[in-house]
């Protein structure tokens, strides 16, 4: 099981999905993990409360990078409701809670919260969609 996730996380390192950033998208959030050297500029445009575009630019460890290209593909084209229940199961697998459910790709994160110091790294671009999503309600 273990090796089926470190691929899934490897995959997504060597060809991160959506990592072009989003000209002209509304939102735009910046969040950097200084302990490891991980950054990503996160945007987001959404449309009657559906995330209708999400990219990113940034740089880090295989960790952020994976989580990022995961996060962008999982909540493109969802609403901001599921973005949200989305960051909030990941945030308590980070700190070693099951999720409630099945969450596919994205369970293979799930491991990096028997590693404290990495768990920052795996939430950089989730705590970047949670910043993007606040801005969203406050418009
Ligand atoms: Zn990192």
Redesign the pocket.
């Given at each position: 099981m273990d090796e089926l996730y470190q691929e899934i996380i490897l995959d997504h390192h060597r060809n991160p999905r959506h990592r072009d950033g989003c000209v002209g998208c509304t939102l735009s959030v910046h969040q950097d993990?200084p302990l490891?050297?991980?950054e990503i500029t996160l945007g987001l445009e959404i449309e009657d409360g559906v995330i209708v575009r999400a990219g990113y630019e940034g740089q880090?460890?295989s960790?952020?990078t994976a989580s990022a290209s995961m996060m962008a593909e999982s909540v493109k084209g969802q609403p901001v409701a599921r973005a949200r229940a989305l960051f909030e199961m990941m945030r308590r697998m980070m700190h070693g809670e099951s999720p409630d459910e099945d969450l596919g790709d994205l369970m293979a994160l799930g491991g990096v919260a028997r590693f404290p110091v990495?768990v920052?790294?795996a939430l950089l671009p989730w705590t970047a969609l949670n910043e993007a999503l606040d801005k969203e309600g406050d418009a």
């Open positions: 993990n490891c050297g991980d880090g460890c960790i952020s990495r920052k790294c």
